[in-house]
Nanobody, 120 residues
Framework: QVQLVESGGGLVQPGGSLRLSCAAS????????MAWYRQAPGKQRELVAR???????NYASSVKGRFTISGDNAKHTVNLQMNSLKPEDTAVYYC??????????????WGQGTLVTVSS
């Protein structure tokens, strides 16, 4: 069994910054990818940023240059530094990971979500 726990959401003014963190725990042998998705009210869940192999990253075009994803494979954590936040970044942010367990088999896990609100 694998669990993802997120932290760091909250209310921030436009132009401000927030840092989201996610920690994976459980029967983890290795982590293939970790990512952040978001879902705004009335919209589909979308990929924000993904990291694989410890350093290969990709970003949604809407956040490129403003958000930075980083990970620590040894600690099974991933962070999302969000700068120059805009009202349209308001959403519930979900941590996602593709994990090889100790069983072993591959599982995709999701966190419970953390709300980010960008408003003045």
């Amino acid at each position: 069994q694998v669990q993802l726990v997120e932290s760091g959401g909250g209310l921030v003014q436009p132009g401000g910054s927030l840092r989201l963190s996610c920690a994976a725990s459980g029967n983890i042998f290795s982590i293939n990818t970790m990512a952040w998705y978001r879902q705004a009210p009335g919209k589909q869940r979308e990929l924000v940023a993904r990291i694989s192999g410890g350093s290969n990253t990709n970003y949604a075009s809407s956040v490129k240059g403003r958000f930075t994803i980083s990970g620590d494979n040894a600690k099974h954590t991933v962070n999302l530094q969000m700068n120059s936040l805009k009202p349209e970044d308001t959403a519930v942010y979900y941590c996602n990971a593709v994990i090889v367990t100790t069983t072993p088999y591959s599982v995709e896990a999701w966190g419970q979500g953390t709300l980010v609100t960008v408003s003045s």
